[in-house]
């Protein structure tokens, strides 16, 4: 089914990999000429203990000395797929010869003082034992110099040997993921900004420029000639794709089907001339277009199910957010807090007709929706309850100076039916015990009305990434 929880989490993430530096202060390989070879063995040794799970896979790299060893191997690094980069140092090396190839990367950063000694054994502790076994002072000398110039970085402590501390590797990676989805997300966005909806419109804010993100805009258009170009053809395919993702309403006539692929076709290609797979549609100037005339739910919810990032009322940011919950929590969707509870502290979670239909509780129906302001429009959208279970609603914000902030709020979706409201919905038991003290603390935190929606609550995991990228965090 639809609902089935090992397509929604991890196994959707494969594969993580992590590239493993070794820096060693050049003066060593004079002093103990057998430094580099014994360190690229060590972290041979390393790479296999922590590769725990098999979505992981760790590469090591021959340990680097120079300023330009460092910048060179940086550049061969950007050219791939890393989602996290390990510092690992086991013997000092100085900071100034690392920093600037590690200030020009945009590869997320975490620190390690690798150590080949687990138990410090006093007695057997001499020369030999330093040689491998002195890089906690070399990540200290790192971190200070980095956070000087506000280069965002992780750093971890521990050894290889400590179930927890490869746990928590692997969710540096899962974090690592995310942060990388953002900076290669290239949102589109389709029929521009809500009018007056500033909470959604921090796209000029510090930290969005810092993660080199410019949504490119399409005007409508440009879309309307997209949908002019749909073959008829394509048409039926995506019939038949719709009637083994939904039950088709009888409301729905061929008509509107028609429509409706035409529109989810033409959004699909709009993203693949973009290199895209997140987009932010405004359904108000969409439907007020007579060469339009839909919301797109039933794309939206169709790019959500194939991983891609979403958000409406135009707010590309948000879709982007979605995105990275997707890559690193294997599932996600976009949603919003309708209503509170107060007298059970929950809330409702809704949005008018686009979800993730792969996150639906039973296999979801597409139905009629209509919308008249300067217009008159009829479309499909998208009508289901989200699965129950563990889950985490998470915002993505900016704060007064530009910086990045990240909420999340732990809880869970109830089993209650919603049969007398339609679209995408569910009712959300949080983890806080009182609903106001929640609400006002997310409030004050600078959280937007849009959020993702996750089935695996991993705070850990946000909290790497906000010190991956050097933002604000708060977990409610």
Same mark, same amino acid.
């Not at 040997?161 to 993921?177: C, I, K, L, P």
């Not at 919301?295 to 790019?303: E, Q, T, V, Y």
């Not at 709020?409 to 919905?425: A, K, N, Q, W």
């Given at each position: 089914?639809?609902?089935?929880?090992?397509?929604?989490?991890?196994?959707?993430?494969?594969?993580?990999?992590?590239?493993?530096?070794?820096?060693?202060?050049?003066?060593?390989?004079?002093?103990?000429?057998?430094?580099?070879?014994?360190?690229? *063995?060590? #972290? &041979? @040794? =390393?790479?296999? $203990?922590? +590769?725990?799970?098999?979505?992981?896979?760790?590469?090591? %790299?021959?340990?680097?000395?120079?300023?330009?060893?460092?910048?060179?191997?940086?550049?061969?690094?950007?050219?791939?797929?890393?989602?996290?980069?390990?510092?690992?140092?086991?013997?000092?090396?100085?900071?100034?010869?690392?920093?600037?190839?590690?200030?020009?990367?945009?590869?997320?950063?975490?620190?390690?003082?690798?150590?080949?000694?687990?138990?410090?054994?006093?007695?057997?502790?001499?020369?030999?034992?330093?040689?491998?076994?002195?890089?906690?002072?070399?990540?200290?000398?790192?971190?200070?110099?980095?956070?000087?110039?506000?280069?965002?970085?992780?750093?971890?402590?521990?050894?290889?040997?400590?179930?927890?501390?490869?746990?928590?590797?692997?969710?540096? *990676?899962? #974090? &690592? @993921? =995310?942060?990388? $989805?953002? +900076?290669?997300?290239?949102?589109?966005?389709?029929?521009? %900004?809500?009018?007056?909806?500033?909470?959604?419109?921090?796209?000029?804010?510090?930290?969005?420029?810092?993660?080199?993100?410019?949504?490119?805009?399409?005007?409508?258009?440009?879309?309307?000639?997209?949908?002019?170009?749909?073959?008829?053809?394509?048409?039926?395919?995506?019939?038949?794709?719709?009637?083994?993702?939904?039950?088709?309403?009888?409301?729905?006539?061929?008509?509107?089907?028609?429509?409706?692929?035409?529109?989810?076709?033409?959004?699909?290609?709009?993203?693949?001339?973009?290199?895209?797979?997140?987009?932010?549609?405004?359904?108000?100037?969409?439907?007020?277009?007579?060469?339009?005339?839909?919301?797109?739910?039933?794309?939206?919810?169709?790019?959500?199910?194939?991983? &891609?990032?979403?958000?409406?009322?135009?707010?590309?940011?948000?879709?982007?957010?979605?995105?990275?919950?997707?890559?690193?929590?294997?599932?996600?969707?976009?949603?919003?807090?309708?209503?509170?509870?107060?007298?059970?502290?929950?809330?409702?979670?809704?949005?008018?007709?686009?979800?993730?239909?792969?996150?639906?509780?039973?296999?979801?129906?597409?139905?009629?929706?209509?919308?008249?302001?300067?217009?008159?429009?009829?479309?499909?959208?998208?009508?289901?309850?989200?699965?129950?279970?563990?889950?985490?609603?998470?915002?993505?914000?900016?704060?007064?100076?530009?910086?990045?902030?990240?909420?999340?709020?732990?809880?869970?979706?109830?089993?209650?039916?919603?049969?007398?409201?339609?679209?995408?919905?569910?009712?959300?038991?949080?983890?806080?015990?009182?609903?106001?003290?929640?609400?006002?603390?997310?409030?004050?935190?600078?959280?937007?009305?849009?959020?993702?929606?996750?089935?695996?609550?991993?705070?850990?995991?946000?909290?790497?990434?906000?010190?991956?990228?050097?933002?604000?965090?708060?977990?409610?």
């Amino acid at each position: 089914m639809l609902n089935d929880r090992t397509r929604m989490t991890t196994e959707s993430i494969l594969p993580l990999k992590i590239a493993l530096v070794t820096p060693v202060a050049d003066l060593y390989h004079r002093l103990w000429p057998d430094i580099g070879e014994s360190l690229f *063995a060590l #972290a &041979g @040794r =390393m790479a296999q $203990a922590l +590769q725990i799970k098999e979505e992981l896979t760790i590469a090591c %790299h021959q340990p680097v000395s120079t300023a330009t060893q460092f910048s060179t191997l940086f550049q061969d690094l950007a050219r791939d797929e890393w989602d996290l980069v390990i510092v690992a140092l086991a013997p000092y090396c100085p900071s100034g010869v690392q920093i600037q190839a590690l200030l020009e990367t945009p590869l997320p950063l975490l620190l390690w003082p690798m150590q080949q000694m687990f138990e410090l054994k006093p007695d057997q502790y001499d020369g030999e034992t330093i040689k491998l076994n002195h890089g906690v002072h070399a990540v200290q000398d790192l971190a200070h110099v980095l956070a000087r110039h506000g280069r965002a970085f992780g750093v971890i402590h521990g050894h290889v040997q400590q179930t927890d501390f490869r746990e928590s590797v692997h969710a540096w *990676a899962r #974090a &690592g @993921r =995310m942060r990388r $989805a953002m +900076q290669q997300a290239r949102p589109v966005q389709l029929g521009g %900004h809500f009018e007056h909806m500033l909470d959604l419109q921090i796209g000029d804010s510090a930290f969005v420029r810092d993660m080199g993100l410019v949504p490119t805009v399409v005007s409508l258009e440009a879309f309307a000639d997209l949908i002019g170009d749909i073959g008829e053809s394509d048409i039926q395919e995506h019939l038949t794709l719709y009637s083994s993702l939904f039950d088709v309403d009888p409301g729905v006539d061929a008509t509107l089907l028609a429509q409706t692929a035409r529109g989810d076709i033409a959004l699909h290609r709009l993203l693949e001339q973009y290199c895209s797979q997140t987009c932010a549609v405004n359904f108000l100037t969409l439907c007020n277009d007579a060469r339009i005339g839909d919301g797109l739910h039933i794309a939206a919810s169709r790019l959500m199910d194939a991983g &891609g990032g979403y958000a409406g009322e135009g707010d590309w940011v948000t879709a982007v957010l979605v995105r990275a919950m997707q890559q690193g929590f294997g599932c996600a969707s976009f949603s919003e807090m309708f209503s509170v509870g107060y007298a059970d502290h929950r809330l409702l979670l809704k949005h008018w007709g686009e979800g993730n239909i792969r996150m639906a509780r039973a296999r979801p129906r597409m139905i009629r929706s209509r919308f008249e302001d300067r217009q008159k429009a009829e479309f499909a959208v998208a009508d289901f309850e989200f699965a129950p279970g563990p889950a985490m609603l998470v915002n993505l914000n900016a704060s007064p100076d530009g910086k990045g902030r990240l909420i999340s709020i732990t809880g869970r979706i109830t089993d209650d039916p919603l049969p007398c409201v339609e679209g995408p919905r569910a009712v959300f038991k949080p983890d806080a015990e009182d609903i106001r003290d929640l609400l006002n603390h997310y409030a004050y935190a600078g959280g937007t009305h849009h959020l993702a929606l996750a089935y695996e609550p991993r705070p850990d995991v946000l909290e790497k990434l906000c010190l991956l990228s050097g933002w604000q965090y708060t977990a409610l």
